[in-house]
């Protein structure tokens, strides 16, 4: 079993809201991404996880907060977002060195 | 820099024929490539892998192929189907670490009856 969930599938969210994505995975690995990918463009890296331990931030505005409450679960807070930041968020996680991704929620801000 | 490069955009194959879908990547400490396919507001799914240490990996209809030396992989699809149609991303990696994938940009694979 390779599932990673992701919910909500979809979000609209105005500037001034506070929401929060969510990803969860029951396979043990212990390494979990946040990627962000606009359309026809390939995903990038936002934020990297391992043994909940947050390793990689790839310089992504404050407005975006993970949250890696245990080995299983991920969250991305979103806070006073921009239009720029509508796209899919993909969630990842990594078994040795192969990652695994959710189906996305596909972001609009308004 | 782009690290990752997928120069054909897309790619128009005829069903039952052989897809040949390329990838080269310019950073020589990748040592681990994956090729994801995926479907518009979909997440991108796994289809095979290979690390630097093989030339070659095989799983049903997919094969990748490495060339180290001249840093350049390809994924083969034999025989094609309707199905294949769909965005296929090359990915590579340094192994060992957390670190993300740096994925090409994709190339758009169209698979005609």
């Known amino acids: 079993d390779t599932e990673v969930t992701q919910t909500p599938k979809h979000l609209v969210m105005g500037m001034t809201n506070k929401k929060s994505l969510k990803c969860e995975q029951h396979m043990g690995h212990r390494a979990m991404y946040w990627y962000k990918q606009k359309a026809k463009k390939p995903p990038e890296l936002m934020f990297v996880?391992?043994?909940?331990?947050?390793?990689i931030n790839e310089s992504v505005p404050s407005r975006f907060s993970p949250e890696c409450p245990n080995s299983s679960l991920l969250n991305l807070h979103l806070h006073a977002l921009q239009p720029e930041d509508s796209a899919l968020y993909l969630c990842?996680?990594?078994?040795?060195?192969?990652?695994?991704f959710g189906p996305g929620t596909r972001l609009t801000v308004l | 820099d782009q690290q990752v490069k997928q120069n054909s955009p897309s790619l128009s194959v005829q069903e039952g024929r052989i897809s040949i879908l390329n990838c080269d990547y310019t950073n020589s400490m990748f040592d681990y490539f994956l090729w994801y396919k995926k479907y518009p507001a979909e997440g991108p799914t796994f289809l095979i892998s290979i690390s630097s240490i093989k030339d070659k990996n095989e799983d049903g209809r997919f094969t990748v192929f490495l060339n180290k030396s001249a840093k350049h992989l390809s994924l083969h699809i034999v025989p094609s189907q309707p199905g294949d149609s769909a965005v296929y991303f090359c990915?590579?990696?340094?192994?060992?670490?957390?670190?993300?994938?740096?994925f090409g940009k994709g190339t758009h694979l169209i698979i005609q009856p």
């Open positions: 990915a590579a990696q340094i192994r060992g670490g957390a670190d993300g994938l740096t």
């Open positions: 996880y391992s043994y909940e331990k947050l390793s």
């Open positions: 990842a996680s990594s078994h040795i060195d192969t990652q695994y």
